[in-house]
Protein backbone atom coordinates (compact mmCIF):
# COMPACT_ATOMS: atom_id res chain seq x y z
CA UNK A 1 0.00 0.00 0.00
CA UNK A 2 1.46 3.21 -0.87
CA UNK A 3 2.45 5.64 1.95
CA UNK A 4 3.71 9.35 1.81
CA UNK A 5 5.48 11.02 4.80
CA UNK A 6 6.04 14.36 4.89
CA UNK A 7 9.23 16.02 6.72
CA UNK A 8 11.39 18.63 7.55
CA UNK A 9 11.70 21.56 10.20
CA UNK A 10 8.43 22.08 12.34
CA UNK A 11 9.92 26.16 13.12
CA UNK A 12 11.79 28.52 10.33
CA UNK A 13 12.97 31.78 10.25
CA UNK A 14 11.17 34.58 8.22
CA UNK A 15 12.89 35.30 5.48
CA UNK A 16 14.70 31.86 5.31
CA UNK A 17 14.08 28.87 3.21
CA UNK A 18 11.14 26.33 4.05
CA UNK A 19 12.37 22.83 3.04
CA UNK A 20 10.60 19.40 3.00
CA UNK A 21 10.65 16.41 1.64
CA UNK A 22 8.21 13.83 0.98
CA UNK A 23 8.86 10.09 0.90
CA UNK A 24 6.86 7.74 -1.23
CA UNK A 25 7.07 4.23 0.07
CA UNK A 26 5.28 0.89 -1.02
CA UNK A 27 4.85 1.94 -4.77
CA UNK A 28 6.95 3.70 -7.86
CA UNK A 29 7.28 7.46 -7.86
CA UNK A 30 7.71 6.99 -11.87
CA UNK A 31 4.46 5.83 -12.58
CA UNK A 32 2.88 6.87 -16.35
CA UNK A 33 0.37 9.70 -15.04
CA UNK A 34 1.17 10.02 -11.45
CA UNK A 35 2.28 13.43 -10.44
CA UNK A 36 3.42 14.45 -6.75
CA UNK A 37 2.24 17.63 -5.08
CA UNK A 38 2.02 19.97 -2.30
CA UNK A 39 -0.81 21.59 -0.95
CA UNK A 40 -0.96 23.73 2.37
CA UNK A 41 -3.68 24.79 4.46
CA UNK A 42 -2.98 27.40 7.05
CA UNK A 43 -4.76 27.31 10.26
CA UNK A 44 -8.89 27.36 10.05
CA UNK A 45 -8.64 28.08 5.99
CA UNK A 46 -8.75 26.31 2.99
CA UNK A 47 -6.20 24.34 0.98
CA UNK A 48 -3.89 26.22 -1.08
CA UNK A 49 -2.18 24.01 -4.45
CA UNK A 50 1.84 24.58 -4.09
CA UNK A 51 3.44 23.04 -6.81
CA UNK A 52 3.55 19.66 -8.64
CA UNK A 53 6.28 17.70 -10.16
CA UNK A 54 6.16 14.11 -12.94
CA UNK A 55 9.13 11.70 -12.68
CA UNK A 56 10.35 13.08 -15.72
CA UNK A 57 10.81 16.32 -14.18
CA UNK A 58 8.11 18.53 -15.41
CA UNK A 59 7.42 21.25 -12.96
CA UNK A 60 4.26 23.07 -12.26
CA UNK A 61 3.54 25.95 -9.98
CA UNK A 62 1.17 27.84 -8.55
CA UNK A 63 1.74 31.18 -10.32
CA UNK A 64 1.13 33.33 -6.34
CA UNK A 65 4.13 31.46 -4.83
CA UNK A 66 5.76 30.58 -7.95
CA UNK A 67 8.88 33.07 -7.91
CA UNK A 68 9.53 31.62 -4.40
CA UNK A 69 8.62 27.90 -5.07
CA UNK A 70 11.27 25.19 -6.07
CA UNK A 71 9.48 21.36 -6.38
CA UNK A 72 12.14 18.73 -7.20
CA UNK A 73 12.07 14.67 -7.27
CA UNK A 74 14.80 12.31 -6.79
CA UNK A 75 13.46 9.01 -8.12
CA UNK A 76 16.43 6.68 -6.74
CA UNK A 77 15.25 7.41 -3.02
CA UNK A 78 11.70 7.61 -4.02
CA UNK A 79 11.22 11.21 -2.71
CA UNK A 80 10.08 14.73 -4.03
CA UNK A 81 10.81 17.91 -2.07
CA UNK A 82 9.82 21.52 -1.54
CA UNK A 83 11.79 24.82 -0.98
CA UNK A 84 9.88 27.70 0.04
CA UNK A 85 11.94 30.85 0.01
CA UNK A 86 11.73 34.07 1.89
CA UNK A 87 9.10 32.97 4.06
CA UNK A 88 6.91 34.89 6.24
CA UNK A 89 4.13 34.25 9.28
CA UNK A 90 1.96 34.13 6.19
CA UNK A 91 3.58 31.07 5.00
CA UNK A 92 2.90 29.38 8.29
CA UNK A 93 0.37 26.12 7.43
CA UNK A 94 0.41 22.56 7.65
CA UNK A 95 1.83 21.55 4.64
CA UNK A 96 0.67 18.08 2.75
CA UNK A 97 2.15 16.14 -0.01
CA UNK A 98 0.50 14.25 -2.85
CA UNK A 99 -0.21 11.82 -5.38
CA UNK A 100 -2.15 13.03 -8.02
CA UNK A 101 -3.62 10.12 -10.93
CA UNK A 102 -4.25 12.14 -14.13
CA UNK A 103 -4.57 10.13 -17.40
CA UNK A 104 -5.36 12.14 -20.82
CA UNK A 105 -9.23 11.73 -20.77
CA UNK A 106 -10.15 11.16 -16.76
CA UNK A 107 -9.18 12.47 -13.46
CA UNK A 108 -8.40 9.87 -10.52
CA UNK A 109 -7.88 12.88 -7.80
CA UNK A 110 -5.38 13.07 -5.13
CA UNK A 111 -5.61 9.68 -3.93
CA UNK A 112 -2.69 9.35 -1.59
CA UNK A 113 -1.79 12.13 0.90
CA UNK A 114 0.92 12.23 3.81
CA UNK A 115 -0.44 13.66 7.57
CA UNK A 116 0.97 16.25 7.01
CA UNK A 117 3.90 18.30 8.99
CA UNK A 118 2.81 21.68 10.59
CA UNK A 119 5.46 24.57 9.95
CA UNK A 120 5.74 27.66 11.53
CA UNK A 121 7.25 30.86 10.66
CA UNK A 122 8.17 32.42 13.67
CA UNK A 123 11.93 34.42 14.82
CA UNK B 1 -6.88 31.26 -13.42
CA UNK B 2 -10.26 28.36 -12.88
CA UNK B 3 -11.99 29.61 -9.93
CA UNK B 4 -14.27 27.06 -8.03
CA UNK B 5 -17.22 28.71 -5.87
CA UNK B 6 -18.74 25.95 -3.46
CA UNK B 7 -22.07 26.72 -1.42
CA UNK B 8 -23.21 26.90 0.88
CA UNK B 9 -20.39 28.08 3.03
CA UNK B 10 -22.32 26.19 5.99
CA UNK B 11 -24.82 23.80 5.62
CA UNK B 12 -26.61 22.16 8.98
CA UNK B 13 -28.44 18.87 9.02
CA UNK B 14 -29.28 16.26 11.19
CA UNK B 15 -28.57 12.97 11.02
CA UNK B 16 -30.59 10.70 8.62
CA UNK B 17 -31.10 14.00 6.25
CA UNK B 18 -30.00 14.37 3.01
CA UNK B 19 -26.83 16.94 2.38
CA UNK B 20 -26.35 18.28 -1.16
CA UNK B 21 -23.10 20.23 -1.68
CA UNK B 22 -22.61 22.77 -4.77
CA UNK B 23 -19.24 23.49 -6.87
CA UNK B 24 -19.51 25.87 -9.37
CA UNK B 25 -16.17 26.61 -11.93
CA UNK B 26 -15.60 29.91 -13.46
CA UNK B 27 -15.35 28.16 -16.90
CA UNK B 28 -15.73 24.69 -17.83
CA UNK B 29 -13.64 22.11 -16.07
CA UNK B 30 -15.12 18.93 -18.06
CA UNK B 31 -15.32 16.23 -15.82
CA UNK B 32 -12.04 16.66 -14.41
CA UNK B 33 -13.12 17.62 -10.42
CA UNK B 34 -12.60 15.88 -7.30
CA UNK B 35 -14.37 15.92 -3.70
CA UNK B 36 -12.46 15.40 -0.26
CA UNK B 37 -13.37 15.21 3.22
CA UNK B 38 -11.76 16.42 5.98
CA UNK B 39 -12.04 16.41 9.63
CA UNK B 40 -10.33 18.36 11.84
CA UNK B 41 -6.51 17.39 12.52
CA UNK B 42 -6.54 15.28 9.43
CA UNK B 43 -5.35 15.17 6.19
CA UNK B 44 -8.05 15.07 3.26
CA UNK B 45 -9.49 12.17 1.97
CA UNK B 46 -10.51 11.37 -1.66
CA UNK B 47 -13.91 10.65 -2.40
CA UNK B 48 -15.36 11.49 -5.75
CA UNK B 49 -13.32 11.73 -8.74
CA UNK B 50 -14.02 12.69 -12.54
CA UNK B 51 -16.68 14.65 -11.22
CA UNK B 52 -18.80 11.13 -10.33
CA UNK B 53 -16.86 8.10 -9.19
CA UNK B 54 -16.63 7.30 -5.96
CA UNK B 55 -12.98 6.36 -4.47
CA UNK B 56 -11.85 2.89 -3.21
CA UNK B 57 -14.03 2.46 -0.23
CA UNK B 58 -15.93 5.04 -0.10
CA UNK B 59 -19.72 4.19 1.21
CA UNK B 60 -22.55 4.30 -1.36
CA UNK B 61 -24.22 7.30 0.26
CA UNK B 62 -21.86 9.82 -1.47
CA UNK B 63 -22.63 10.56 -4.83
CA UNK B 64 -21.33 13.26 -7.32
CA UNK B 65 -22.66 14.57 -10.46
CA UNK B 66 -22.10 17.22 -12.89
CA UNK B 67 -19.65 18.06 -16.06
CA UNK B 68 -18.47 21.59 -17.61
CA UNK B 69 -19.21 24.24 -14.26
CA UNK B 70 -21.85 22.73 -12.41
CA UNK B 71 -21.11 19.95 -10.13
CA UNK B 72 -23.09 18.56 -6.49
CA UNK B 73 -21.88 16.21 -4.01
CA UNK B 74 -24.75 14.33 -2.32
CA UNK B 75 -25.06 12.59 0.86
CA UNK B 76 -28.26 10.66 0.69
CA UNK B 77 -28.61 10.07 4.33
CA UNK B 78 -26.19 11.51 6.94
CA UNK B 79 -24.24 9.51 9.20
CA UNK B 80 -22.87 10.99 12.16
CA UNK B 81 -19.10 10.58 10.70
CA UNK B 82 -19.75 12.87 7.91
CA UNK B 83 -20.00 15.88 9.99
CA UNK B 84 -16.80 17.72 8.23
CA UNK B 85 -15.28 19.91 5.85
CA UNK B 86 -15.87 19.03 1.99
CA UNK B 87 -13.96 20.40 -0.87
CA UNK B 88 -13.83 20.41 -4.50
CA UNK B 89 -10.84 20.96 -6.73
CA UNK B 90 -10.58 20.76 -10.63
CA UNK B 91 -7.15 19.25 -12.72
CA UNK B 92 -8.65 20.64 -16.26
CA UNK B 93 -5.59 23.23 -16.18
CA UNK B 94 -2.90 24.71 -14.51
CA UNK B 95 -2.94 26.15 -11.89
CA UNK B 96 -4.96 23.30 -9.88
CA UNK B 97 -7.38 25.01 -7.40
CA UNK B 98 -9.62 24.61 -4.89
CA UNK B 99 -13.14 25.73 -3.83
CA UNK B 100 -13.10 27.36 -0.71
CA UNK B 101 -15.02 24.38 1.37
CA UNK B 102 -18.20 23.54 2.80
CA UNK B 103 -18.75 23.05 6.61
CA UNK B 104 -21.26 20.28 7.46
CA UNK B 105 -22.73 21.25 10.71
CA UNK B 106 -24.48 18.43 13.36
CA UNK B 107 -28.31 20.90 13.60
Known amino acids: QLQLQESGPGLVKPSETLSLTCTVS??????????WGWIRQPPGKGLEWIAT???????YYNPSLKSRVTISVDTSKTQFSLKLSSVTAADTAVYYC???????????????WGQGTTVTVSS | EFVLKQSPATLSLSPGERATLSCRAS??????LAWYQQKPGQAPRLLIY???NRATGIPARFSGSGSGTDFTLTISSLEPEDFAVYYC?????????FGQGTRLDIK
Open chain 1, 98 to 112: ARDVRYSYQYYGMDV
Open chain 1, 53 to 59: IYYSGNT
Open chain 1, 26 to 35: GGSISTNYHY
Open chain 2, 50 to 52: DAS
Open chain 2, 89 to 97: QQRSNWPIT
Open chain 2, 27 to 32: QSVSTY
